[in-house]
C-alpha cells in the first residue's frame, strides 16, 4: 500500500535549536518525495523535493531507500520556520501526490 | 505571473443548490488539479486533468463535475452536495510531463459550506 507516515501532529523547538520533522514512505515502485509548507495565512508551497538534493531555507531532507524515510532536517530554526509541514509521495506521473497528516511546527523565542 | 487563482474564497449552499467553483493559471501549465481538504487533514487529490482531458478521478461521486474548458481554466461544479463536503476545496497546476510534474502550485482555496 502506498503510504505517508509523518509520526509528530506538532513540534515544538526554541530558536536557534536543530530541527527534525520525520517522514516515513511506503511504495513498491521509485519514490518520488517532496516537502510541502504552508505558514499562517498563506497558500500551501512546494519547500522542497529529494531529485533536487537542494537547501532551501537552511532545510535539508536526505531519502534513505534502506530506512523509508525522507526527514525534514535544519540546524538552527527559526521563529518564521513556524507553519504546518506535509510530506507528499508522487505516485507515478504527475502531481498525483499522497500528503501524509502534516507536521505542526512551533518555533519559540 | 506565478499564482493560482480562485474563485470564489467562500461558498455556502444549500443542499439542492447548482454552483460552480473556478480556478485560473497563467504560467503555461497543462496540468492541473483539485484537492479536497477537510479541517486538520491533509490535502486529498479528486481529480487531475493533463493537456484539457481528465487524466484520473478518484472516485468522486458524480455530484461534483470537473470541467477544464482551455488550459489556462478549471471548473468544478457542484450540485446537491452534503453537509459532509463541506470543505475546503484547493485548485493546483503544474507541468504536465518532465522533472517538475511533482512540483505543484497551489491557489489559496474556496471554502464550501453545504447546509
Known amino acids: 500500500a502506498q503510504r505517508v507516515t509523518q509520526p509528530e501532529k506538532l513540534l515544538s523547538v526554541f530558536k536557534g535549536a536543530p530541527v527534525e520533522l520525520k517522514c516515513n514512505y511506503s511504495?513498491?515502485?521509485?519514490?518520488?518525495l517532496f516537502w510541502y509548507v504552508q505558514y499562517s495565512r498563506q497558500r500551501l508551497q512546494l519547500l522542497l523535493r529529494h531529485i533536487s538534493r537542494e537547501s532551501i531555507k537552511g532545510f535539508t531532507a536526505d531519502l534513505n531507500k534502506g530506512e523509508t524515510s525522507f526527514h525534514l532536517k535544519k540546524p538552527f530554526a527559526q521563529e518564521e520556520d513556524s507553519a504546518m509541514y506535509y510530506c507528499?509521495?508522487?505516485?507515478?506521473?504527475?502531481?498525483?501526490?499522497?500528503f501524509g497528516k502534516g507536521t505542526k511546527l512551533s518555533v519559540k523565542p | 505571473d506565478t499564482e493560482v487563482t480562485q474563485t470564489p474564497k467562500h461558498l455556502v449552499m444549500g443542499m439542492t443548490n447548482k454552483k460552480s467553483l473556478k480556478c485560473e493559471q497563467h504560467?503555461?501549465?497543462?496540468?492541473m488539479y483539485w484537492y479536497k481538504q477537510k479541517a486538520k487533514k491533509p490535502p486529498e487529490l479528486m481529480f487531475v486533468?493533463?493537456?484539457?482531458?481528465?487524466?484520473i478521478n478518484e472516485s468522486v461521486p458524480s455530484r461534483f463535475s470537473p470541467e477544464c474548458p482551455n488550459s489556462s481554466l478549471l471548473n468544478l461544479h457542484l450540485h446537491a452536495l452534503q453537509p459532509e463536503d463541506s470543505a475546503l476545496y484547493l485548485c493546483a497546476s503544474s507541468q504536465a510531463s518532465g522533472a517538475n510534474t511533482g512540483e505543484l502550485f497551489f491557489g489559496e482555496g474556496s471554502r464550501l459550506t453545504v447546509l
Open positions: 486533468y493533463s493537456y484539457e482531458k481528465l487524466s
Open positions: 507528499a509521495l508522487s505516485r507515478g506521473s504527475q502531481g498525483n501526490l499522497i
Open positions: 504560467m503555461g501549465h497543462r496540468a
Open positions: 511504495y513498491s515502485g521509485s519514490p518520488e
